[in-house]
Every structure is written in C-alpha cells, then in structure tokens.
C-alpha cells in the first residue's frame, strides 16, 4: 500500500513540475535560453520595489548625497547598455560596514559604505556594480526567489527557532531575505564575465576588477555585526577567479582594440574621502556588555555571551545557540498600553499576566504571552517604555518548553533600560578614511607610518589600501589612512 502510495504522489509531482514548467518558462534575456521563472518581469520590478522598502528601512542610506549620485551615475551608464537597459534601476550605498554588494530582482543594486573602503579606483566600482547589475540581467536573483519558492512549497518541514521569530519581528521584511540568499559559482562566473563586459562598454579598464577580488580573499571574512551578510557568504569564489577576470577583460579589449581605458583612481579617492569607517557609534555600540545609543540618548545591558546585531531599525540579540532571542524597537503608537494592546491583537497573542510598571522611573507596561510558532508555540516576555515621547519595545523569545530557562536572561536588557546622560557615551565620533598624498617614492609601511599610523594598525592599513606593507608607493599617490574616532 505505501509503494503504490509513493507511486501516486512521484506521478502527480512530476506532472505538477512539468505543468509549471510549462507555464512559467521564460526567455534568460542574457543567455536566451528557456529557464524556469515563477516571477514575470512585472512580478521582478514590483518585488524589488516592496524589497527596496525594507531593505532601506532595516539598514539605511548613507547619508551622503553627492556620494550616492557619484555612485547612481556610474551604475546608470552601465544599466544603459546592459541586457535589460528598460529595467527602473536605483543604486544606493548602504549605511553599513559590512564589506559586500547586493542586488533585488527589478534593478535595484545596493553597494555598502563597507566595501567602498576597499575598492581602489572607479574601474574596481564599476567592476563590482557591473557584477551586481549581472545578477540582476541574468535573472539570478529572480531564480534565487524562484528556488526558494519551491523549497517552501516542497519541504515544510521543521524550521529553527529564529525563522520563527521573524514573524515577529515588526519590520518590513518582505524580500531581505533575498540578501541571505546565496548564489551559485555559476551564477558568480556569469556575473563576473557580464561585469567585465558591461565596465569595459562604458570604458572602464576591467582587469582592474581583479584587484578587488584579490582583496577580499585576504579579508576572507570581516562582518561589521549590522546583520548583513559579507561578501563571501553571499558569493562563492570560483575556481581561478582573479586569472579568469583578467583573461576575460585582456580578451575584450584586444578583439575591440580598446586602449587607453579608465581607471580614475585619484578622483574615486577624492569620492570617498570622509566616508565613515567601520561601525558607526552614534548609531548605537556595545562597551562592556552595554549598548549605547547617543542619538536617543539611552542604554541597556547586553546579557553575558549573547550575540548582538544593530541596525537602523532594530537591535537583534541571541544566544550563540539561536534558542533564545530578543528583538528590541521603536513602536508606532505613543503610549505603553497603546503598544502593548496593538502586538496582542496583530498577533493574536494569548496573554498570560500584564501589568503597568517602572523601568528606571520610566512608565512601562509588561507582558508575558504564548505565540503561535510554524513548529512550535513561543513564549515571549515584552516591556513597553515610553521615553521621550515614544514607546521602546524588547520582545524576548523562547520556545515554550525552554522558556524557564531564558526568562530571566531575556529580562536583563529591559529591567536595565534607562536614560542615558553621561556627555562621554554621548559625544562619541566614528572614524573615517582620510585620503593623503605620499610626496615621494616609499613602501607603503613607510608613508603610513609617516602619516602616523601605528603599528597594530597597519596590517588593516594594507587591506584598505589593497597593497602589502612592503609594496612601493610612487611619488604623488594618494593613500588611504584611518582617521580614528573618539
């Protein structure tokens, strides 16, 4: 009987996966082939329009004007020329340290603040923005959406208790998970090969795209702890990455007789002077298992051993083991009680005990409540705190059978929440690249040192400026030191 069973459900599987086959075919614009695509061309731009909302909500514009528009332009030429050029394409620099590049089906590339530290020259950027927009003309963003679909349509099987959380976790996500998603080495060949092609069309030197590739293979792994993903963790390196780069770029520009192609240098440089360098203090940081924030002028304690991931929108903290977690935010309502009724009632929470309080002589309200989970219920304890006319929230989660256990960890940041005063947690600065020029011929340890770096720092010196220590520094070049906040 289970054979015959299993016989039954293998042929109505197989005829629902040609029937989709069949149905949602479409045409890859840069390889012509059929593929299966679950997302219309439509169905990609409105995605990337509802994913572009949150992924700026959750990590935030930097906010540089004259940078984004420098980085919109080249990014636009590109798009012109590319396989889909009537795609709405938007580029934008995330406010984030994270040293990596993203894009969302429907043309939207986001390229951090993290990673601008480490590119050299304009032919690097445009390498690694030609690169994204390929992601975007090849469909392989849409594929990753795709793939994803049919895992959750397929599988349905237990999840870890943070999917669980993210339900609640208040922010427009629709489409961050598309950052998390991780492409193919084929993917990331195509990308690389479009990349040079499209840098190259709008007169770009691309072998210079190369040069960064190499200097993320020395960087391996370096999160700034916003809660995006790294480079590597998104793009998996290619056998012979940097040599095929090269040979593609040395290939282009010989058949099309290409000389004299940009690299511009100096003048990116001069771009990304001032740029803030590493995380951001005034956006909230962690100084002997406290947070604290000096814009909104408050802080509370980290519990001991817990992970923390800070973004504009959210503080996210979790045991190593991921089986406790809480979500820290504003609310959109203007008083506790307001707050607290409005999370009953949107997810259907099943209130045991709430009770009005005082956190640190500020008005609260706390709530202990059972959630529904996919695999299992949750027990979270919320405190509501009014502060300055607005409401701050800490949800902290557990699965019902282990919430004993962390009750009383996931109450440590919000009986601890308090305003803060003190003007040395408050006036603190962040560190920025400052561009100098070497005025004459040295290694590069030579002229950081000259310009004051010490030496604990000139190793991170070396990956900003992509050259080893011991490398020659010609006369008249720019450099890049680190200006170190206070």
Request: with cysteine; net charge neutral; glycine share 8%.
């Amino acid at each position: 009987m289970r054979n015959k069973t299993s016989g039954i459900i293998f042929r109505l599987l197989l005829a629902l996966v040609l029937l989709t086959w069949l149905t949602n075919c479409a045409i890859n614009p840069v390889t012509g082939k059929r593929e299966l695509m679950l997302l219309s061309e439509t169905d990609e731009i409105n995605l990337g329009k509802e994913s572009d909302q949150g992924v700026v909500q959750t990590y935030g514009v930097y906010p540089d004007q004259e940078l984004n528009a420098y980085i919109s332009a080249i990014g636009q030429s590109m798009a012109r020329i590319s396989h889909r050029p009537n795609l709405p394409y938007e580029f934008k620099v995330m406010d984030s340290p994270v040293i990596n590049a993203f894009a969302v089906p429907g043309g939207y590339v986001y390229i951090t603040r993290g990673i601008l530290a480490y590119i050299e020259n304009e032919a690097e950027l445009a390498g690694v923005m030609g690169h994204e927009i390929g992601h975007i003309t090849a469909r392989h963003s849409a594929e990753q959406y795709t793939r994803a679909q049919l895992a959750q349509l397929g599988l349905g099987i237990g999840s870890a208790l943070s999917k669980e959380i993210a339900q609640y976790a208040g922010v427009a996500a629709q489409g961050i998970g598309l950052l998390f998603l991780k492409f193919s080495r084929d993917n990331e060949r195509q990308s690389d090969d479009l990349g040079v092609q499209y840098s190259t069309k709008v007169g770009y030197d691309a072998r210079e795209m190369a040069n960064l590739f190499k200097t993320l293979d020395r960087i391996q792994s370096q999160s700034g702890g916003s809660g995006l993903p790294d480079w590597l963790s998104t793009h998996p390196n290619p056998a012979d990455r940097v040599g095929t780069v090269q040979k593609n770029a040395e290939k282009l520009q010989k058949t099309q007789g290409l000389t004299n192609l940009k690299i511009k240098r100096d003048e990116f440089l001069n771009r990304i002077s001032g740029i803030v360098y590493g995380e951001d203090p005034r956006q909230g940081y962690v100084q002997n298992n406290v947070f604290y924030h000096p814009a909104l002028k408050f802080s509370f304690p980290v519990p001991a051993g817990w992970q923390l991931s800070n973004s504009p929108a959210q503080v996210q903290m979790a045991t190593a083991d991921q089986k406790a977690a809480i979500l820290f935010s504003l609310a959109a309502e203007q008083d506790p009680q307001s707050a607290a009724s409005q999370f009953v009632t949107r997810y259907q929470a099943q209130v045991q005990s709430q009770n009005s309080i005082k956190v640190n002589n500020l008005n609260a309200v706390k709530l202990i409540a059972l959630l529904a989970g996919e695999t299992q219920p949750l027990q979270v304890v919320s405190y509501f705190i009014a502060k300055d006319g607005q409401v701050y929230v800490f949800h902290g989660f557990a699965a019902q059978t282990d919430f004993s256990q962390y009750q009383s960890a996931l109450q440590v940041p919000m009986q601890g929440f308090a305003q803060l005063s003190d003007p040395q947690k408050i006036n603190v600065k962040p560190n920025h690249l400052k561009i100098v020029r070497v005025t004459s011929t040295t290694t590069l340890q030579q002229a950081l040192k000259k310009n004051g770096v010490a030496d604990k720092d000139l190793n991170e010196h070396a990956l900003i400026n992509g050259l080893e220590l011991a490398g020659s520094v010609p006369a008249n070049t720019l450099i890049k030191v680190i200006e170190w906040g206070k």
